[in-house]
């Protein structure tokens, strides 16, 4: 943006509104201060960077990345954003982005920790997805997983829910869980039933993907979970039940197919308050269970 079209003054008083709405601990409130002082000054790198950080913490992803990556085209990109987008890139399974972020972090600074934690789950999950066998069967019906859902026979509010939620291809919907589906507010029952019966029609199974992806990945994400949140390999584990958490928190967690305490440990805060009628209180009475054994919740770069 040309610099005459800047208004530095009002960005950094929405800047320090949103600070100390988000130091009062009133996110969506210093979402709405920082995203004023975005448009006041989108060029502002601490501005695009606590407005990625705060979306990304309520579950606004693709704004996340979309405002990460703007932050990392600077001559000198934030660590911390690399970090940041480096995570949401793996979540999402692009791990070529992922580890491009990793290594310009580790050319700047080859000892951060967090970062030669990263690479080492990066390359580790991306290794698992070039099996020959596997990069063979996925060859044979590569064209198929990439149709667009709007190509199939679905009712007008299943395909409005699929776009809000991102869900542009049938890998898409492999990728995701009924788990998942279930917690989105615009998700119900009837749409559930309509993709589970279009996938069956061709031999496919909602959420397959991430299921094998998962199991396959699990022992290598709980070696960089036993380094980033403690516990060893008989803690990560034991069931979550063991944990004694309330009837909400359990459903919760059940709905995020949280099975035993290494799942619950690879989540993030925001995915946890992303689920539905997830609120605060349960999420400082898991992070107290967890504590207390000495363990903790992914956690993302601030």
Request: hydrophobic share 40%; aromatic share 6%; glycine share 4%.
């Amino acid at each position: 943006m040309d610099n005459d079209f800047r208004d530095t003054a009002t960005a950094e008083k929405y800047f320090a509104q949103g600070r100390t709405a988000e130091d009062a601990g009133e996110r969506l409130e210093a979402i709405k201060q920082y995203e004023a002082a975005f448009t006041a000054d989108p060029d502002h790198a601490d501005i695009c960077f606590r407005l990625a950080y705060n979306l990304d913490l309520v579950g606004e992803e693709d704004e996340a990345i979309h405002l990460y990556e703007q932050c990392v085209q600077r001559q000198q990109a934030p660590l911390n954003a690399l970090i940041n987008l480096s995570v949401l890139y793996e979540d999402r399974g692009a791990y070529a982005q992922a580890e491009r972020c990793v290594r310009q972090v580790l050319t700047t600074d080859p000892n951060h920790p967090r970062a030669r934690l990263y690479i080492k789950d990066i390359t580790a999950s991306r290794d698992m997805l070039i099996d020959d066998e596997a990069d063979k069967a996925r060859a044979k019906y590569a064209a198929v997983l990439d149709t667009p859902v709007t190509d199939f026979d679905l009712t007008v509010r299943t395909r409005n829910a699929l776009r809000k939620m991102n869900i542009r291809t049938l890998a898409d919907l492999l990728r995701i869980t009924e788990a998942e589906l279930r917690s989105f507010k615009n998700f119900g029952e009837s749409s559930i039933e309509e993709i589970k019966t279009m996938l069956a029609q061709r031999g496919l199974k909602l959420g397959e993907a991430a299921e094998q992806q998962a199991t396959a990945a699990k022992e290598a994400v709980y070696a960089q979970l036993k380094a980033e949140v403690g516990g060893d390999d008989e803690q990560l584990g034991r069931p979550v039940n063991d944990l004694n958490l309330s009837v909400r928190a359990r459903k919760a967690l059940a709905l995020l197919n949280v099975q035993s305490i290494g799942d619950l440990c690879m989540k993030t805060e925001a995915e946890l308050m992303g689920v539905k009628n997830f609120g605060v209180t349960s999420l400082n009475e898991i992070k107290e269970k967890l504590e207390e054994q000495g363990m903790s919740l992914r956690q993302i770069e601030e």
